[in-house]
């Protein structure tokens, strides 16, 4: 193992532990200073792409919008920004009200297994045995999130399942979609661009929104804990990870994240989870030390 990777290791390792605070910062403001969430998704996105782009441009300055000069990359950049970075942070944001950090942040990591999935369909390459049972336990998993309380109907919190997934997508796009991007233009000028094209875009959309915050020290203290550490210095972290690792690795490492949300949420918030939750969050995490593990014995 070099040092590249290992520096790639730890930054997607810190991008994912960060999530896991930010995620439970989402909540506390959510539900205890009753925030806007259409607010906080874009003032997050402005904010963190303005801190980003201001920042790529001290080290690059013009260097940084040239990924404009090229038609077919700028489109790449906006279907990153609203697809990957806004659909996946928002649909997140959704999945937390619903059901709490801790479940919102297992769902999301159903997304390895529709990175497989997509590359059997784009590129018809055969899904390995690791893969397979992933795949299996992945939807076994997510069953017993959606029958948590037992299998009936009455347990089913249809919008937790379905803001988680439709996170699971955003996670799977911005995984995949900006690698060839982000080795071309870095990954300062295409995160900062990319989240400050989304936020212009969601505040546009959604121009009549206020905060309804209750503002006192603990509330600054959330916001910073999701727009700089959450998203300014996690989404570079793990993008750069994944830039030296590549995105099956990444997304590997990155399940820190579940954990320290999970934790964080029983810890600080006071979230409870049942026995059927408990199964599938293990059945879910379980896939990515699988891929993890076939990766590496095929390597060595």
């Given at each position: 193992?070099?040092?590249?990777?290992?520096?790639?290791m730890a930054l997607t390792i810190m991008g994912g532990t960060l999530w896991g605070l930010s995620g439970t910062a989402v909540q506390f403001l959510e539900t205890e200073?009753?925030?806007?969430?259409?607010?906080?998704?874009?003032?997050?996105?402005?904010?963190?792409?303005?801190?980003?782009?201001?920042?790529?441009?001290?080290?690059?300055?013009?260097?940084?919008?040239?990924?404009?000069?090229?038609?077919?990359?700028?489109?790449?950049?906006?279907?990153?920004?609203?697809?990957?970075?806004?659909?996946?942070?928002?649909?997140?944001?959704?999945?937390?009200?619903?059901?709490?950090?801790?479940?919102?942040?297992?769902?999301?990591?159903?997304?390895?297994?529709?990175?497989?999935?997509?590359t059997f369909l784009r590129y018809r390459k055969s899904p390995t045995k690791g893969e397979v049972v992933s795949v299996i336990l992945a939807l076994v998993g997510t069953?017993?999130?959606?029958?948590?309380?037992?299998?009936?109907?009455?347990?089913?919190?249809?919008?937790?399942?379905?803001?988680?997934?439709?996170?699971?997508?955003?996670?799977?796009?911005?995984?995949?979609?900006?690698?060839?991007?982000?080795?071309?233009?870095?990954?300062?000028?295409?995160?900062?661009?990319?989240?400050?094209?989304?936020?212009?875009?969601?505040?546009?959309?959604?121009?009549?929104?206020?905060?309804?915050?209750?503002?006192?020290?603990?509330?600054?203290?959330?916001?910073?804990?999701?727009?700089?550490?959450?998203?300014?210095?996690?989404?570079?972290?793990?993008?750069?990870?994944?830039?030296?690792?590549?995105?099956?690795?990444?997304?590997?490492?990155?399940?820190?994240?579940?954990?320290?949300?999970?934790?964080?949420?029983?810890?600080?918030?006071?979230?409870?989870?049942?026995?059927?939750?408990?199964?599938?969050?293990?059945?879910?995490?379980?896939?990515?030390?699988?891929?993890?593990?076939?990766?590496?014995?095929?390597?060595?």
């Amino acid at each position: 193992m070099n040092k590249n990777q290992i520096i790639g290791m730890a930054l997607t390792i810190m991008g994912g532990t960060l999530w896991g605070l930010s995620g439970t910062a989402v909540q506390f403001l959510e539900t205890e200073r009753h925030i806007n969430v259409e607010w906080l998704i874009s003032i997050r996105l402005i904010a963190a792409g303005l801190f980003t782009v201001i920042y790529a441009f001290m080290k690059a300055r013009g260097e940084i919008f040239r990924v404009f000069t090229n038609t077919q990359d700028t489109v790449k950049l906006f279907i990153f920004g609203v697809f990957g970075m806004a659909m996946c942070q928002y649909s997140y944001f959704r999945s937390i009200i619903e059901g709490g950090v801790g479940v919102a942040t297992v769902l999301q990591y159903i997304a390895p297994t529709m990175i497989i999935v997509y590359t059997f369909l784009r590129y018809r390459k055969s899904p390995t045995k690791g893969e397979v049972v992933s795949v299996i336990l992945a939807l076994v998993g997510t069953m017993c999130i959606v029958f948590h309380e037992g299998v009936h109907l009455e347990g089913i919190n249809s919008g937790v399942i379905s803001w988680g997934l439709l996170s699971a997508v955003g996670v799977a796009i911005y995984s995949v979609q900006p690698v060839q991007i982000l080795r071309k233009y870095g990954t300062g000028p295409i995160v900062g661009l990319a989240m400050l094209i989304s936020g212009i875009l969601a505040k546009l959309y959604w121009f009549d929104q206020e905060s309804n915050l209750v503002w006192d020290a603990w509330t600054w203290a959330g916001l910073f804990a999701v727009i700089i550490l959450g998203t300014v210095v996690s989404f570079n972290a793990y993008l750069e990870g994944i830039r030296r690792i590549g995105s099956v690795q990444g997304s590997i490492l990155s399940s820190i994240e579940p954990i320290s949300a999970a934790l964080l949420g029983w810890w600080l918030l006071g979230n409870t989870f049942t026995a059927f939750d408990a199964v599938g969050f293990i059945m879910i995490l379980s896939t990515v030390f699988i891929l993890g593990y076939e990766k590496s014995t095929i390597k060595s």
